[in-house]
């Protein structure tokens, strides 16, 4: 059966209620992942997601740990969580480099996607910073140095470039009727990189052949706020999140 792991893609917001004299605080936790496991699984694809604050600790450290899974999707969630795990920002004590092992493990046939967000690619403020580590090695697409975010509230059209790519099947043809999307990550084609789809004219969906493996990027959200609620409900997402997966996994 096929293994699917979504690290990140959730967070933890902290709220302060003042009521005139007095003030008290609350907690609640979120993910913006649920429509996008939940079309992968329309399209017979089970994603298991590891929650944004269980990385650090828990995210496979090593190749032989990701041969566990056919594909790794990264997703709003910086490169800080997986190179200060707690042994490392609380003990001082050396571990193995979770983002060195992930790029060899795609290297040797694994399959990696990134999808956008504040904390994906470059990402908001540069703080995601993915561009100084070994992942940049095997993603199709380069990164900013600096704050790499486009907010477009108007609305910013998509285009498929490719159509006959595996990537784009079952969805290509209705990308005419898809909703707008409201931001992205800005990032550059690699040289030996494939442009599926574009929004705004930059990229959107790239893929590349790394080694024996498959790298794939899709630089906005797989949720609000930049990928609306429109867009989760057009009828081309569910094949878009499988054409996505199922290419990154066909090798």
Request: one cysteine or more.
């Amino acid at each position: 059966m096929t293994r699917v792991l979504l690290a990140g893609e959730s967070w933890i917001s902290t709220a302060t209620h003042v009521k005139g004299f007095d003030q008290f605080s609350s907690t609640t936790f979120h993910t913006g992942a649920d429509a996008f496991i939940a079309a992968a699984a329309s399209e017979g694809l089970e994603i298991e997601q590891m929650y944004a604050h269980d990385v650090p600790g828990s995210f496979p450290r090593t190749v032989e740990a990701l041969s566990a899974y056919d594909a790794v999707i990264l997703s709003d969630i910086g490169a800080n969580s997986f190179l200060l795990p707690p042994e490392v920002f609380l003990e001082g004590r050396r571990v193995d480099n979770a983002l060195l092992a992930l790029a060899e493990w795609t290297r040797g046939g694994g399959g990696l996607m990134m999808a956008g967000g504040y904390l994906s690619f470059t990402g908001f403020q540069a703080r995601a910073n993915f561009a100084r580590t070994a992942v940049a090695d095997v993603l199709p697409v380069t990164m900013l140095a600096s704050d790499d975010r486009v907010e477009a509230p108007q609305g910013v059209s998509v285009a498929v470039t490719e159509a006959a790519h595996p990537a784009a099947a079952g969805w290509g043809e209705l990308v005419d009727s898809a909703p707008t999307l409201l931001g992205y990550n800005l990032v550059r084609p690699h040289q030996d990189a494939t442009v599926v789809a574009t929004v705004g004219g930059d990229v959107l969906v790239a893929t590349r052949e790394v080694g024996e493996g498959r790298s794939l990027v899709w630089t906005s959200d797989i949720g609000p706020h930049w990928c609306p609620q429109d867009f989760l409900a057009w009828a081309g997402f569910a094949p878009l999140v499988g054409g996505m997966l199922r290419w990154l996994i066909a090798r």
